[in-house]
Antibody, heavy 115, light 112 residues
């Protein structure tokens, strides 16, 4: 059974940083590209970042709205992917989902940016 | 960025009826490899999105054949026949042909 579990959310002050983690199991993680998608309260879905696998040299891609403030990384030995977000703003408040297109989505983790 | 225009925003339906959702892209979604990376997701209240249709018309594992996807180039449609209570929620199209990936604004399927 595929499992995707995000952790690391919480309340952060504006200007702060956060590292989100996504642990996966039930599929051959090394073979797949992984993504982060976010959803602000009551709003639609916004793709955030992708990291490709070793065959593609772990290439990374980012949404322009976050570029420079976000870094996606992965640890194949732990079947995990990470999202580091810095200089957080109120508009970064959202549920952050880890997703693999054909394997599924995690349940999401809430990030709230507020003083 | 590719803009995905999804209509309607709200779609009242009767149980057992049919629903149709449109997704139009601001540029062609045909990849240089010939594939078209347009997908449909359903997000039920309080849940994560779930994949329904991938690459225009391929039903994901376990998705009932009441769901069908069609289209090409810049114009795509999701049809749901014989709507059931578990079909209610927010539907999103996603293009993954071009970076950055972009979602449609969503369509809320609700009871009439």
């Amino acid at each position: 059974e595929v499992q995707i579990l995000e952790t690391g959310g919480g309340l952060v002050k504006p200007g702060g940083s956060l590292r989100l983690s996504c642990a996966t199991s039930g599929f051959n993680f090394n073979d797949y590209f992984m993504n982060w998608v976010r959803q602000a309260p009551g709003k639609g879905l916004e793709w955030v970042a992708q990291i490709r696998n070793k065959n593609y040299n772990y290439a990374t891609y980012y949404a322009e709205s976050l570029e420079g403030r976000v870094t996606i990384s992965r640890d194949d030995s732990k079947s995990s992917v990470y999202l580091q977000v810095s200089s957080l703003r109120a508009e970064d408040t959202a549920i952050y989902y880890c997703m693999q297109q054909l394997r599924g989505w995690g349940q999401g983790v809430m990030v709230t940016v507020s003083s | 960025d590719v803009v995905m225009t999804q209509t309607p925003v709200s779609l009242p339906v009767s149980l057992g009826g049919q629903a149709s959702i449109s997704c139009r892209s601001s540029q062609s979604l045909v990849h240089s490899n010939g594939n078209t990376y347009l997908h449909w997701y359903l997000q039920k209240p309080g849940q994560s999105p779930q994949l329904l249709i991938y690459r225009v018309s391929n039903r994901f594992s376990g998705v009932p054949d009441r769901f069908s996807g069609s289209g090409s180039g810049t114009d795509f449609t999701l049809k749901i026949s014989r709507v059931e209570p578990e079909d209610l929620g927010d539907y999103y199209c996603l293009q993954s042909t071009h970076f950055p990936w972009t979602f449609g604004g969503g369509t809320k399927l609700e009871l009439k």
